[in-house]
């Protein structure tokens, strides 16, 4: 069965740290993994990564995949409260028309100020 | 562009009825994938539409069902609601062309769903 898990489940750091949330999975046929963050409802898409040791920046977050580990880091740099959300990483596995998205359970950053 | 769109937003119904949830895509996307999302389970995939055919089918009961029509809008559909079915179901649309190439999914808002 496929899985995607994510680690820690929760953190709570102070405004201006840094954090690295991370995913590992097992899935067959992997495709891409992707980061989303969610804050009220709807998740918001961040990166998806679909080569090895490339990694991808966007302002203050990045994230990496390792093919070789199947596992993905995403990095916050200097938080702010805005930070605040659950994370959630997703695996694209399958072969072409079967292809679907395997969600872990999530991260929930909290960010003090 | 217009992003995904789900209609209602809000639900309460009875345990023993059925409900029909709505999801727009955004212009253009094909694909039209159904999740639920609960506070134990995170989120789970329900099936997912392209071009009116389901494609992938998660490990839901048959109570579950969805459809999609010509303009990619899709429904889905829970029938004999039970309590636990109260979560939020999140729509995600995207090109999902059979191509090779990976695409990533938008989601809409959700509708929350509770079963009383």
């Known amino acids: 069965e496929d899985k995607v898990v994510q680690s820690p489940l929760s953190l709570v750091v102070h405004e201006g740290d840094t954090v690295t949330l991370n995913c590992s999975y097992e899935v067959t046929n992997f495709r891409s993994l992707l980061w989303y963050k969610q804050e009220k409802k709807a998740p918001t898409f961040l990166f998806m990564l679909?080569?090895?040791?490339i990694e991808k920046k966007s302002g203050r977050l990045s994230s990496i995949l390792d093919k070789k580990e199947l596992s993905s880091i995403l990095n916050i740099t200097a938080t702010q409260t805005g930070d605040s959300a659950i994370y959630l990483c997703a695996v694209e596995n399958g072969a072409g028309a079967n292809s679907k998205l395997t969600f872990g359970k999530g991260i929930t950053l909290s960010v003090r100020p | 562009k217009a992003g995904v769109t789900q209609t209602p937003r809000y639900l309460i119904k009875t345990r023993g009825q059925q409900v029909t949830l709505s999801c727009s895509p955004i212009?253009?996307?094909?694909?039209v994938s159904w999740y639920q999302q609960t506070p134990g389970q995170g989120l789970q995939f329900l099936f997912e539409?392209?071009?009116?055919?389901?494609?992938n089918k998660g490990n839901f009961p048959g109570r579950f069902s969805g459809r999609q029509f010509s303009n990619s809008r899709s429904e889905m559909n829970v029938s004999t609601l039970e309590l636990g079915d109260s979560a939020l179901y999140l729509c995600?649309?995207?090109?999902?062309?059979?191509?090779?190439?990976?695409?990533?999914?938008?989601f809409g808002q959700g509708t929350r769903l509770t079963v009383v």
């Open positions: 995600a649309s995207s090109l999902a062309t059979l191509g090779q190439v990976p695409t990533e999914a938008f």
């Open positions: 539409y392209f071009s009116e055919t389901q494609r």
């Open positions: 679909t080569s090895s040791g």
């Open positions: 212009s253009g996307h094909r694909s």
